[in-house]
């Protein structure tokens, strides 16, 4: 099946979409002859984000919404989980946020619920929607997994250059190893300049503390360092004697 798509999509981005259809239409037949429901549900969910890489929306959506009904004829429970996690975070990513929810609440076990909430938060912030992320987090019932969705939230606006948002996301984080890892994860970020701008935006001493350790951090791994932060490792090494 994976042979007929590869090679379906090449000849698709070059245009030659009868060919293309022939190679699909091979590898849809070979899917249809799978019976154990939890192979075809992958493949079916493959195939779906394959088709709609190649603008065949309509027939993408038809196989997405076919491996929803098989999976619910999964009996194990773990695999049952593992493809209800990820059509839930395929559905999100095509923005059909209502079915993404309606997906997590076929999980019976709590924590792999969460689980699959911090996946959709991702997405959610990679689109540039932090609101709506920030409350998927009072959906999350334990206190370990808030953390963990909030330092989701932390990465994900790191990878999209919102590190001022990124720190108040941050600061809010309950647990201390997931905001320590959030702070030393900000400060590996950022060059001096915008180091100096964010570390004023910390309140807490002790925050403030990881952030100057994070980026000490990063100077000490970087094997070059530019010329324009060498007039600033005196100033850091006495803010790091100030706060201790």
Avoid at 121 to 146: D, H, Y
Avoid at 157 to 172: M, Q, T, V
């Amino acid at each position: 099946i994976s042979f007929y798509f590869k090679i379906g999509k090449v000849l698709f981005n070059y245009g030659d979409t009868l060919e293309s259809k022939k190679m699909i239409k091979n590898a849809l037949n070979i899917a249809l002859m799978y019976n154990e429901s939890y192979t075809k549900c992958k493949i079916y969910l493959e195939i779906s984000k394959d088709l709609l890489e190649m603008k065949d929306q309509k027939l993408s959506n038809k196989f997405l919404n076919d491996s929803v009904n098989i999976a619910s004829e999964i009996n194990n429970k773990d695999l049952r989980i593992e493809i209800y996690r990820k059509i839930s975070k395929e559905l999100m990513i095509r923005g059909q946020k209502k079915d993404s929810f309606s997906i997590i609440s076929k999980i019976e076990d709590v924590t792999e619920k969460s689980k699959a909430y911090i996946e959709v938060i991702s997405v959610l912030v990679s689109k540039g929607k932090v609101g709506e992320a920030n409350l998927i987090c009072s959906k999350i019932n334990n206190k370990r997994f808030i953390s963990e969705a909030h330092l989701t939230i932390v990465n994900e606006l790191i990878k999209i250059g919102k590190k001022r948002e990124s720190i108040n996301i941050a600061s809010n984080i309950s647990l201390g190893l997931e905001r320590s890892i959030a702070f030393k994860n900000i400060s590996k970020s950022v060059k001096y300049p915008e180091f100096s701008f964010l570390l004023k935006q910390i309140m807490s001493q002790p925050n403030k503390s990881i952030f100057i350790t994070g980026f000490s951090e990063y100077i000490k791994e970087s094997n070059e360092i530019a010329l324009d932060v060498y007039p600033y490792l005196y100033n850091l090494s006495e803010k790091v004697q100030n706060l201790s």
